[in-house]
């Protein structure tokens, strides 16, 4: 799974674009964020591996700007395993593993950013 | 009646020596007594050793930069612009790790300092002073390292604590508190701590910790100096005033730290053996994260006193999820567990090693003294000395209406309320202006649904706080069933802690 970051205009947050890309696609997109405003919209979309060339050009064929999405970045020489950034993850992407280090599943992050600010050491960044 | 007597510390540094004493970490040693029960387990160990590494803003070092040529008495200092304390004479500067950068705040502050001269960096400081006959120079500006220093000791007010509260947030919205950042509706928890491995917990009653007391102390050897400020040993929350050489430590164990939108601060390694001198010290170290218990505080509350939600354990607390009400949520530690374990085990590697000896109390900490409120002169100002009558309207009022009665009541905020007088919405005079400049006529369109309110237990100090974080200059004063019962206004409160702070 590929995520890519789609960005609406003004014009084009009260179509039903991503719809349009599934049916015609044929492909089932999974919807991991969305966050409209009447100005703009954004959201985030996870892609089957195989397909990710298709449906991003037609998004662009649509005008949507598409951008790949960077996952969280982890400074491990940074982090102390202090674990504050574990209970806002809305997800389970952060654990512990038996000796308590703190343990990223970055693969399954939303990149929502609840943990970037509560990092004490400011090892995290989206 | 004195408990008998299994071995003495000096004994101890007898086996220490000969590399013959039996060292375990207190998790080791809390499966031992489970296992082979109290007596078996305070023949069998020598030490227990224990380990927390956790944020401890009470914190700070000490330093004397030698003196300038010609010398300066300094007065005000600051390295890379974070403002040092003077509490003594002319070259003698404390570092507070809570203080703040000017120009980087709430994202550098002097446990970064700290941090940066512990590996070696270089700082910049600068300091003015008045100037005197015989210190003549009014102002200084040079780079410093640790190797410039004379004395560069951690000297920490209240490290350690026995045990702490579990904080979570029921607000409606985001808090950034000094235990982290805690989501709406409690919609998480955090705590601090290590439960089992805390040194403290492991000698509640200050039997073999008191002044003197040789420590793991950010990756080298300090002191236990006194009990710490606000030292409560009654209710489990007893403290330590700690002292160690900064030059020897490492920037493992001493870490610069930053809560978003609360401050900077320590995070503090700090590890105590404790010698297994009776099977009492055996019983107490053998304690389990079960038995450690503390509690779930509602920090939504802004107040002294806040609400208790229920008592917790570490082992519950530990687990990553509590259950507050009938919803199971996620509790982040906020101090490091591992790194607590590898304290634990640095310091019985230390003691196998025969590098270091233990020692009794110079003299025992106090185990009666009370954590005291702070003495205020004035009562606490709440909102409803404030709250004045609000002017309302409905719904379907005309924005002429509405118009009509901003000028004739002389006002800026209307409430709007439905037919049980509960709130609505807000218009300020603002919208209105607005509306009638683009030609809009009905009120529904320009009513601010979302309304921040207060209720008439809120201390004005809250409220305060409301307004600004907001932007706005009104709060509506509502009650538990949302029916309005006022407003405040920003002016009436500046008026109320303006008139106060006039006295500082």
């Known amino acids: 799974m590929t995520r890519v970051l789609l960005k609406f205009n003004e014009n084009q947050v009260d179509q039903a674009i991503t719809s349009q890309v599934i049916i015609e696609q044929g492909i089932p997109l999974n919807i991991l964020r969305a966050h409209i405003e009447p100005t703009r919209g954004e959201i985030l979309l996870e892609i089957p591996q195989d397909h990710v060339e298709q449906v991003v050009e037609a998004f662009q064929k649509r005008k949507v700007i598409v951008t790949v999405q960077k996952q969280l970045e982890i400074d491990e020489k940074k982090c102390i395993s202090c674990g504050a950034c574990y209970s806002l993850c809305p997800i389970n992407v952060i654990s512990f593993k038996q000796d308590h280090t703190v343990n990223f599943d970055e693969e399954k992050c939303i990149s929502c950013g609840q943990c970037v600010d509560a990092c004490p050491v400011r090892a995290l960044r989206i | ?504």
């Open chain 2, 1 to 504: 009646m004195a408990e008998k007597k299994l071995r003495t510390v000096e004994e101890i540094n007898e086996k220490i020596k000969k590399g013959d004493a039996i060292v375990i970490t207190a998790d080791e040693m809390t499966k031992l007594v489970e296992e082979k029960g109290v007596k078996i387990a305070a023949k069998e160990v020598d030490v227990v050793t224990t380990g927390t590494f956790g944020a401890m803003c009470s914190s700070g070092a000490i330093i004397n930069l030698g003196h300038s040529d010609p010398p300066i008495k300094i007065q005000k200092a600051w390295i890379n612009d974070v403002e040092i304390c003077h509490p003594g004479a002319a070259a003698d500067l404390y570092i507070g790790a809570s203080i703040m950068s000017e120009t980087r705040p709430f994202e550098y502050g002097g446990g970064h300092i700290i941090e940066d001269l512990i590996d070696g960096k270089q700082v910049e400081l600068r300091a003015t002073a008045y100037g005197t006959d015989c210190y003549p120079r009014t102002r200084i500006d040079t780079t410093i390292t640790k190797d410039d220093l004379n004395q560069f000791q951690l000297l920490n007010f209240r490290n350690g604590y026995q045990r702490y509260n579990c904080a979570t947030n029921g607000r409606d919205e985001i808090i950034y508190t000094y235990m982290g950042k805690l989501l709406p509706n409690f919609g998480n928890a955090s705590f601090s701590g290590a439960g089992c491995l805390n040194p403290l917990t492991n000698d509640p009653d200050y039997e073999t910790i008191g002044i003197g007391t040789r420590i793991f102390l950010g990756g080298t050897q300090g002191f236990v100096i006194g009990e710490g400020t606000q030292h409560e040993p009654k209710s489990q929350f007893g403290t330590i005033m700690v002292r160690g050489d900064c030059k020897k430590m490492t920037s493992e164990f001493i870490k610069g730290a930053s809560f978003t939108k609360y401050g900077t601060t320590l995070y503090v390694g700090i590890g105590i053996p404790i010698p297994i001198l009776n099977e009492g010290l055996a019983k107490k170290t053998g304690i389990s994260d079960e038995e450690v218990l503390t509690n779930i505080i509602d920090y939504g509350v802004p107040r002294r006193d806040r609400p208790i939600l229920r008592q917790v354990s570490y082992q519950e607390l530990k687990s990553g999820k509590i259950e507050i009400g009938d919803r199971e949520v996620k509790a982040s530690p906020l101090s490091s567990l591992k790194k607590a374990k590898d304290i634990a085990e640095t310091l019985k590697m230390w003691i196998e090693d025969s590098s270091f000896y233990l020692t009794s109390p110079v003299e025992r900490l106090p185990t009666d003294t009370e954590f005291k409120p702070m003495k205020q002169t004035k009562g606490v100002s709440f909102v409803d000395t404030l709250t004045r009558q609000a002017v309302t309207c409905k719904e379907n009022d005309s924005i002429k209406d509405v118009a009509e009665q901003i000028i004739s009541r002389s006002v800026n905020h209307i409430i709007v309320t439905d037919s049980q007088g509960k709130i609505s919405g807000i218009v300020t005079s603002w919208d209105i202006t607005r509306a009638v400049a683009s030609g809009r006529e009905k009120l529904v369109d320009i009513i601010t649904r979302k309304v921040i309110t207060t209720t008439p237990d809120e201390p004005v100090e809250a409220a305060a706080r409301k307004l600004s974080l907001h932007n706005i200059s009104a709060l509506p004063v509502i009650d538990s069933t949302e029916k309005v019962l006022g407003i405040v206004t920003s002016e009436d409160i500046s008026k109320l802690i303006g008139g106060r702070n006039a006295h500082d």
